[in-house]
């Protein structure tokens, strides 16, 4: 049986070793994409409203593709 603290333990090690392979770049890169796009998605979000938020369900109204 696996315990949570070997779990853990496990994933940090595996999360240092992947960040150690991104450069500071990419980090930079990765944050100028985000920052893009949550530009590009407040305008859409902004338009909804009350009236075309069940729009959403079936598809329709001023939403991104996703």
């Known amino acids: 049986m696996v315990s949570l ?38 305008a859409p979000a902004e338009s909804i409203s009350i009236i075309n938020s069940p729009l959403i369900i079936i598809g329709q109204g001023p939403f991104p593709v996703c």
Do not use: C, G, K
């Open 5 to 42: 603290r070997s779990l853990f333990a496990s994933v940090a090690v595996m999360a240092a070793a992947v960040s150690a392979a991104v450069t500071p770049q990419q980090i930079a890169d990765a944050i100028t994409n985000m920052n893009t796009q949550h530009q590009n998605m407040q």
